[in-house]
């Protein structure tokens, strides 16, 4: 599967098709598709609040809320299939040139927010510092988004390692 990044704010549109993070454990996104019902119940169960429906009525995660711990509450509550917890997560995120630290201002909020410590920054010449992050660290969990003043970070599906067929 190739890589789509997803911005904030597409998250809350789908104006151009673009991936929607979907709940953990959706898998692929045609399997979740034929498998959800619209039903809501996942949005429900969520403690932390962050499941959003779509034009459709599907469930997506809305970083603007909050971010996922990963509890599987949304999992549990699912009846049809739509999510199973052995489906892995595929959303790694991605800091963009908006970053203020790459334009001259000071800000680390995103890093100060990441508890997978998956990003960092690298001083630079003139006074810039160069936001890192480690993939191998990043859950995607969404919490450095929710912080980010500017909304510069993205997110991006990765190729799953094993996928659930249904």
Do not use: Y
Not at 76 to 91: H, I, Q, Y
Not at 111 to 134: K, M, N, S
């Amino acid at each position: 599967m190739s890589e789509s990044p997803v911005r904030r704010s597409d998250l809350k549109s789908d104006v151009h098709g673009t991936l929607r993070q979907r709940p953990p454990g959706a898998g692929v996104e045609a399997a979740f598709l034929d498998a959800c019902t619209q039903c809501g119940d996942c949005a429900e169960a969520c403690p932390e609040g962050i499941i959003a429906h779509d034009a459709d009525e599907r469930p997506f995660l809305d970083f603007n809320s909050g971010a996922c711990t990963f509890c599987h509450a949304c999992t549990d509550a699912c009846d049809f299939g739509a999510l199973l917890p052995e489906n892995e997560w595929l959303w790694k995120g991605s800091v963009d040139k908006s970053c203020l630290s790459l334009n001259g201002v000071e800000c680390r909020t995103c890093e100060a927010h990441c508890d997978q410590r998956a990003i960092g920054f690298q001083p630079q010449t003139g006074g810039h510092a160069q936001p890192e992050l480690d993939e191998d660290l990043c859950n995607g969990c969404g919490g450095c988004s929710m912080a980010c003043p500017v909304g510069a970070i993205s997110f991006k599906k990765t190729t799953p390692k094993t996928e659930v067929h249904r």
